[in-house]
Each structure stands twice: as structure tokens, then as C-alpha cells.
């Protein structure tokens, strides 16, 4: 096959997957893809840029009306990914998350005097950003209230509780600093 039909080829397939997805999303930038997920919530409150890759099994869920997931251009997300927002998740540009990842703003209430945890409906929520270029690697765990510094390493199945600066590497459970990257802001 020639370069050119490859390319009408490419073209045909982003715009067929831009119109089976785009009007399910809040937005959902073109050449982004998304395949056979495994739960979309409220998905009208779920923005995601140009360029995104959403390999199957996920599970994207807000689950509330105020609620919002944000996905930046370019963010390469792995199998069996789950995000859950009760407030706000941004995850930024160039991103890179492994299978099994899970991603959330909120609890829910465990300690209510009269209800057993599964009949209390209410939620703790703290908005998760996470920044530009961060790799998150298999199975870890990013909870409520984080931030995650640009560029920086999160370990297979590290658990982060606290917030992350820029450049570092965390593994463990609780995720702690285990190295920190050099990191270049010529190259942006």
C-alpha cells in the first residue's frame, strides 16, 4: 500500500472514531481514541484533547453533577485504566499511564454513626492534578487531594496520598520520594 493511501486510510479511521465518540464527551479532540471501555458516567462532563489514547477496559466514571475529568493532548492511557470524579481530575499533556491504574478525588463516608458504609451516600472530594509528562506506572494508585509534579515517576503499585513535586521519582506504600530527575525547561 503507498504512502498517500495510508494516510486517506488514517484519515478515514480518526474521522470515523471522532464521530462514533465526540458527542458522548464534553469534547473529545480529534485523532483521540478511546476503545471499548467498560463504564462511561455523566461522560457529557468528561473533556478529552486531540490526540488521546484510551485502550480498552477503562472505566471513567463522574459521579456527580459538579464533577469533571479532564485528559490533556497526547495522554497515551494503558488497559483496565479507572478514574472517578466527585469534584475535579486533570490529568495534563504527554501523559503516561499503565494498565490498572486507578485514579480518584473522593471517599466515601465510612465512619457515620447510624449508616453501614454502603447505604451512605456522602463523599469526601479533593480535586487530583496531575501535571504534564508524569508516567504512572502499573497498578499505582493516585487518591484524593494530590497533585503530581511535571515530569515526575510514579512506581508500579506505589499508593499516593500526598502531593508529588516536580521531577521526582516515588515508589511504595505510601508512595515516597526515591529520586529526583534534572529536568530541562529549555526543551518546552
Given at each position: 500500500m503507498?504512502i498517500?493511501?495510508?494516510?486517506?486510510r488514517?484519515?478515514i479511521?480518526a474521522?470515523?472514531?471522532?464521530?462514533?465518540?465526540s458527542?458522548?464527551?464534553?469534547?473529545?479532540?480529534?485523532r483521540s481514541r478511546?476503545?471499548?471501555?467498560a463504564?462511561l458516567t455523566?461522560?457529557?462532563?468528561?473533556?478529552i484533547?486531540k490526540?488521546?489514547s484510551?485502550?480498552?477496559?477503562?472505566?471513567?466514571?463522574?459521579v456527580s453533577d459538579?464533577?469533571?475529568i479532564?485528559?490533556?493532548d497526547?495522554?497515551?492511557?494503558?488497559f483496565?485504566?479507572?478514574?472517578g470524579?466527585?469534584?475535579?481530575?486533570i490529568?495534563?499533556?504527554?501523559?503516561l499511564i499503565?494498565?490498572k491504574?486507578?485514579?480518584?478525588?473522593?471517599?466515601?463516608?465510612?465512619d457515620?454513626r447510624?449508616?453501614?458504609p454502603r447505604?451512605?451516600?456522602e463523599?469526601?472530594?479533593?480535586?487530583v492534578?496531575?501535571?504534564?509528562?508524569?508516567?504512572?506506572?502499573?497498578?499505582?494508585v493516585?487518591l484524593?487531594?494530590v497533585?503530581?509534579?511535571?515530569?515526575?515517576?510514579v512506581g508500579?503499585?506505589?499508593?499516593?496520598?500526598?502531593?508529588?513535586?516536580?521531577?521526582?521519582?516515588?515508589?511504595?506504600?505510601?508512595a515516597?520520594i526515591v529520586r529526583?530527575?534534572?529536568i530541562?525547561?529549555s526543551?518546552q
Amino acid at each position: 500500500m503507498s504512502i498517500p493511501c495510508k494516510r486517506l486510510r488514517r484519515g478515514i479511521g480518526a474521522l470515523v472514531n471522532y464521530a462514533r465518540w465526540s458527542w458522548r464527551f464534553g469534547r473529545f479532540g480529534f485523532r483521540s481514541r478511546i476503545s471499548s471501555p467498560a463504564l462511561l458516567t455523566n461522560s457529557s462532563r468528561v473533556r478529552i484533547g486531540k490526540g488521546v489514547s484510551i485502550r480498552k477496559g477503562s472505566r471513567i466514571e463522574v459521579v456527580s453533577d459538579a464533577g469533571v475529568i479532564e485528559i490533556g493532548d497526547g495522554t497515551s492511557i494503558h488497559f483496565d485504566f479507572h478514574c472517578g470524579a466527585a469534584n475535579q481530575v486533570i490529568i495534563g499533556k504527554d501523559v503516561l499511564i499503565a494498565g490498572k491504574v486507578y485514579i480518584s478525588d473522593h471517599d466515601h463516608v465510612f465512619d457515620h454513626r447510624e449508616l453501614p458504609p454502603r447505604l451512605c451516600r456522602e463523599l469526601v472530594s479533593s480535586p487530583v492534578i496531575i501535571e504534564d509528562g508524569v508516567w504512572l506506572g502499573e497498578g499505582c494508585v493516585v487518591l484524593k487531594g494530590v497533585s503530581i509534579g511535571r515530569r515526575s515517576v510514579v512506581g508500579a503499585n506505589a499508593v499516593v496520598t500526598k502531593s508529588v513535586p516536580a521531577g521526582c521519582v516515588v515508589c511504595g506504600v505510601p508512595a515516597k520520594i526515591v529520586r529526583r530527575i534534572s529536568i530541562d525547561d529549555s526543551a518546552q
